[in-house]
């Protein structure tokens, strides 16, 4: 290698990884890094597949850096092969007979842009396996096919995916094209074993079967048996290896033509609209010049994209109720479309641009420092702490002895890193419900489940129509009677445990399974007033998912607001109303709610004038909105008093009967729905009442 070259060798890996140095995140951010860092600390068990490779060499790394917290050293595990992806890159294109400074430029082209950039800055498995990916090419183009096989199982052990590269690989290393091709003995043997030299890259995964049988402490799915662990790595929990056969989410075409819209969109503003278009374009020249390289590139880059787009068309991409960050199974491909992009500028360099051809560097030299420049902001992570601070914003809100019921994977991971490596909440036990299928939790805590409650089972049953996922939940819950159970808030939680809502009462930040003791309005206020994210709003953030993370304060804030009102405490109603609003303020339910509040508040100061002037109006204004944010004693006691002089009101008696009803006197509700149908007896209000009761 020249001496520029081996200059620009070492660059392209010092400046990329000083680059994510500067913005590494300090702590865990969403959705998966505290998951990953967990099962890298403890050589554990990750969501299936479990990506045994990457979880074995991070508990090295972790080990081998003498500095920073566990955390952040998991992120620099990411950092450093980001940066090694781009060396890797980088070497390729020498080897591809690109020029240095053109390679130079190209890398770090790829090194600022947006996704590649996300991804090396905290815990996840994707610039691993980007670097996987990056070597297994360039051993291709050293012709070191072998190795190449080798790598590419390793890269197929780690994300299934890569897998469908074999073929290619297969017919790069042929000497004969296909056209001239023959089968002989020599071809059969090579062929073999090749195929057993790929199937050793799986080795990764009989050592993960290994680490199960050890039973660390991060073990999902606590596999015992060979079938079981098949069952594992097919991701069978989730529906099937694919997210194509996810019985949560069906496959659509619509939904497989908006993801190639997704990612062609993404690629071409990643990587400056031009260049992906000029190795499109080369394609028709290259095939021309039957060049290998470049129709091995080419490809590679079809069947990975089209493939990988076709197992995600379960998902539409822009739905805005999409939950999945996409972009990250792009960065494989990406791999390809910087190499394929090196030779098309090569190629132009050498027909129409010669001594010029400075001219484009200076382009893609631009793109590189313009994505920098643009990137920035939006990817300086060493200051965001907002998922941390909110993990300890939940869990301090905790009493000791509780036990946490939770859907969400952040506050899992985020939860069980605080009390295993920092030491906190040491008195809460933490269950993580995945899905239907995932028995863990009675694995990790097996002394908290007893005997299931029937009676607590048959009110919701014969209230809800259940899921199999609700039934899972509310199977394990009813045998958990005898704890303190606090179930997380959030967007999805909020819907998700719906059928728990008379079985519940608002925690801060949670859902509190009732118990014999209520929460005090006091205590309840006081949860909200020593926040660390306080003052934080949705639209603050630009990380997808931390914004999402926003919805546990709205939500909590809302919640314990609604609950206030019930006890007609005004005042803290108002305030968590307003509170909740200030995080989001697209919130239409909670701005009518505080609305509601603040009326029956001014109709509440002046109710003793209603009362003694026998202001009808007023009174049945009142009663009615203290009967929908749920005070239904003061309802009652309202309406009772509306009730002494307007006997003929027969809407006032069958609302009165209603807020008796939800009190629970079922015996006078139903004597004023029959007060009301006598006086109007084609009150569908009262009839409807009159007919729940009876079949309740």
């Given at each position: 290698?020249?001496?520029?070259?081996?200059?620009?060798?070492?660059?392209?890996?010092?400046?990329?990884?000083?680059?994510?140095?500067?913005?590494?995140?300090?702590?865990?951010?969403?959705?998966?890094?505290?998951?990953?860092?967990?099962?890298?600390?403890?050589?554990?068990?990750?969501?299936?597949?479990?990506?045994?490779?990457?979880?074995?060499?991070?508990?090295?790394?972790?080990?081998?850096?003498?500095?920073?917290?566990?955390?952040?050293?998991?992120?620099?595990?990411?950092?450093?092969?980001?940066?090694?992806?781009?060396?890797?890159?980088?070497?390729?294109?020498?080897?591809?007979?690109?020029?240095?400074?053109?390679?130079?430029?190209?890398?770090?082209?790829?090194?600022?842009?947006?996704?590649?950039?996300?991804?090396?800055?905290?815990?996840?498995?994707?610039?691993?396996?980007?670097?996987?990916?990056?070597?297994?090419?360039?051993?291709?183009?050293?012709?070191?096919?072998?190795?190449?096989?080798?790598?590419?199982?390793?890269?197929?052990?780690?994300?299934?995916?890569?897998?469908?590269?074999?073929?290619?690989?297969?017919?790069?290393?042929?000497?004969?094209?296909?056209?001239?091709?023959?089968?002989?003995?020599?071809?059969?043997?090579?062929?073999?074993?090749?195929?057993?030299?790929?199937?050793?890259?799986?080795?990764?995964?009989?050592?993960?079967?290994?680490?199960?049988?050890?039973?660390p402490f991060v073990n999902w799915g606590h596999v015992k048996t060979v079938g079981d662990f098949i069952n594992f790595v097919r991701r069978k929990e989730f529906g099937?290896?694919?997210?194509?056969?996810?019985?949560?989410?069906?496959?659509?075409?619509?939904?497989?033509?908006?993801?190639?819209?997704?990612?062609?969109?993404?690629?071409?503003?990643?990587?400056?609209?031009?260049?992906?278009?000029?190795?499109?374009?080369?394609?028709?020249?290259?095939?021309?010049?039957?060049?290998?390289?470049?129709?091995?590139?080419?490809?590679?880059?079809?069947?990975?994209?089209?493939?990988?787009?076709?197992?995600?068309?379960?998902?539409?991409?822009?739905?805005?109720?999409?939950?999945?960050?996409?972009?990250?199974?792009?960065?494989?491909?990406?791999?390809?479309?910087?190499?394929?992009?090196?030779?098309?500028?090569?190629?132009?360099?050498?027909?129409?641009?010669?001594?010029?051809?400075?001219?484009?560097?200076?382009?893609?030299?631009?793109?590189?420092?313009?994505?920098?420049?643009?990137?920035?902001?939006?990817?300086?992570?060493?200051?965001?702490?907002?998922?941390?601070?909110?993990?300890?914003?939940?869990?301090?809100?905790?009493?000791?002895?509780?036990?946490?019921?939770?859907?969400?994977?952040?506050?899992?991971?985020?939860?069980?890193?605080?009390?295993?490596?920092?030491?906190?909440?040491?008195?809460?036990?933490?269950?993580?419900?995945?899905?239907?299928?995932?028995?863990?939790?009675?694995?990790?805590?097996?002394?908290?489940?007893?005997?299931?409650?029937?009676?607590?089972?048959?009110?919701?049953?014969?209230?809800?129509?259940?899921?199999?996922?609700?039934?899972?939940?509310?199977?394990?819950?009813?045998?958990?009677?005898?704890?303190?159970?606090?179930?997380?808030?959030?967007?999805?939680?909020?819907?998700?445990?719906?059928?728990?809502?008379?079985?519940?009462?608002?925690?801060?930040?949670?859902?509190?399974?009732?118990?014999?003791?209520?929460?005090?309005?006091?205590?309840?206020?006081?949860?909200?007033?020593?926040?660390?994210?306080?003052?934080?709003?949705?639209?603050?953030?630009?990380?997808?998912?931390?914004?999402?993370?926003?919805?546990?304060?709205?939500?909590?804030?809302?919640?314990?607001?609604?609950?206030?009102?019930?006890?007609?405490?005004?005042?803290?109603?108002?305030?968590?109303?307003?509170?909740?609003?200030?995080?989001?303020?697209?919130?239409?339910?909670?701005?009518?709610?505080?609305?509601?509040?603040?009326?029956?508040?001014?109709?509440?100061?002046?109710?003793?004038?209603?009362?003694?002037?026998?202001?009808?109006?007023?009174?049945?204004?009142?009663?009615?909105?203290?009967?929908?944010?749920?005070?239904?004693?003061?309802?009652?006691?309202?309406?009772?008093?509306?009730?002494?002089?307007?006997?003929?009101?027969?809407?006032?008696?069958?609302?009165?009967?209603?807020?008796?009803?939800?009190?629970?006197?079922?015996?006078?509700?139903?004597?004023?729905?029959?007060?009301?149908?006598?006086?109007?007896?084609?009150?569908?209000?009262?009839?409807?009442?009159?007919?729940?009761?009876?079949?309740?």
């Amino acid at each position: 290698m020249k001496k520029l070259g081996l200059i620009l060798g070492v660059l392209a890996f010092l400046l990329p990884l000083f680059l994510y140095l500067k913005t590494l995140a300090a702590t865990y951010i969403p959705i998966d890094s505290a998951e990953f860092t967990m099962c890298m600390y403890a050589w554990g068990i990750c969501h299936p597949p479990g990506f045994p490779l990457y979880v074995a060499v991070g508990h090295f790394f972790l080990k081998l850096v003498p500095f920073g917290t566990i955390i952040w050293r998991a992120n620099l595990f990411s950092a450093v092969f980001g940066a090694l992806s781009a060396l890797v890159i980088y070497l390729s294109l020498l080897r591809l007979k690109v020029s240095e400074v053109t390679a130079f430029l190209l890398v770090m082209l790829l090194a600022a842009s947006s996704t590649f950039w996300e991804f090396s800055l905290s815990a996840d498995v994707f610039t691993f396996g980007t670097f996987l990916v990056a070597v297994a090419f360039y051993l291709a183009f050293l012709r070191r096919k072998y190795l190449a096989f080798f790598v590419l199982g390793l890269s197929a052990s780690h994300f299934y995916l890569t897998a469908v590269l074999w073929p290619l690989f297969w017919w790069f290393f042929q000497d004969e094209p296909l056209n001239k091709f023959k089968l002989n003995r020599a071809v059969v043997v090579d062929f073999l074993l090749l195929g057993f030299i790929f199937a050793l890259g799986f080795f990764p995964q009989a050592v993960m079967f290994w680490r199960m049988k050890n039973d660390p402490f991060v073990n999902w799915g606590h596999v015992k048996t060979v079938g079981d662990f098949i069952n594992f790595v097919r991701r069978k929990e989730f529906g099937s290896g694919f997210l194509i056969s996810n019985p949560s989410l069906l496959y659509s075409p619509v939904k497989n033509i908006n993801q190639i819209l997704a990612y062609f969109k993404s690629l071409l503003f990643e990587f400056g609209l031009i260049l992906p278009i000029s190795a499109i374009l080369m394609f028709f020249v290259k095939t021309a010049e039957n060049s290998k390289q470049f129709l091995f590139l080419f490809y590679s880059f079809l069947i990975l994209v089209f493939v990988q787009l076709f197992l995600l068309s379960t998902i539409d991409p822009f739905s805005v109720n999409n939950p999945f960050q996409l972009n990250k199974f792009y960065l494989y491909s990406f791999v390809l479309v910087v190499l394929m992009v090196g030779l098309a500028l090569e190629s132009l360099r050498h027909k129409f641009f010669d001594e010029n051809f400075y001219m484009i560097q200076f382009f893609v030299g631009l793109f590189a420092v313009i994505y920098l420049f643009a990137n920035y902001k939006t990817h300086d992570l060493s200051g965001n702490r907002f998922t941390e601070k909110l993990i300890s914003d939940m869990y301090s809100q905790l009493p000791q002895n509780s036990v946490v019921v939770t859907v969400d994977h952040v506050i899992f991971f985020g939860g069980l890193y605080e009390q295993v490596v920092n030491k906190k909440y040491q008195g809460v036990k933490i269950l993580y419900f995945p899905n239907e299928h995932n028995n863990d939790q009675e694995a990790y805590h097996p002394e908290l489940f007893g005997g299931v409650n029937q009676n607590f089972v048959g009110r919701i049953r014969k209230a809800f129509n259940l899921g199999g996922s609700e039934e899972k939940v509310l199977g394990d819950l009813s045998r958990m009677q005898n704890q303190d159970v606090y179930i997380a808030l959030g967007d999805f939680e909020f819907q998700f445990f719906r059928f728990l809502n008379n079985e519940t009462e608002p925690y801060g930040f949670w859902l509190h399974v009732k118990n014999d003791r209520q929460v005090t309005d006091e205590r309840l206020i006081s949860m909200f007033s020593h926040l660390q994210n306080a003052g934080d709003k949705k639209s603050d953030f630009n990380l997808f998912q931390q914004a999402s993370e926003t919805s546990i304060y709205s939500l909590g804030y809302y919640r314990s607001a609604l609950e206030l009102g019930k006890r007609g405490n005004w005042d803290g109603a108002i305030s968590l109303f307003e509170k909740s609003l200030a995080v989001n303020d697209v919130g239409v339910s909670t701005g009518n709610d505080l609305e509601l509040v603040k009326k029956i508040k001014n109709l509440m100061a002046s109710y003793e004038v209603y009362r003694t002037g026998r202001d009808g109006l007023k009174l049945a204004e009142l009663a009615e909105g203290l009967f929908t944010v749920g005070d239904w004693r003061d309802s009652v006691r309202v309406y009772e008093d509306l009730l002494l002089f307007e006997k003929t009101d027969s809407k006032a008696w069958a609302n009165a009967a209603s807020a008796n009803a939800s009190l629970g006197d079922i015996e006078r509700a139903r004597k004023y729905y029959h007060t009301a149908l006598g006086l109007d007896p084609n009150l569908a209000l009262a009839r409807d009442g009159l007919a729940k009761l009876d079949n309740n």
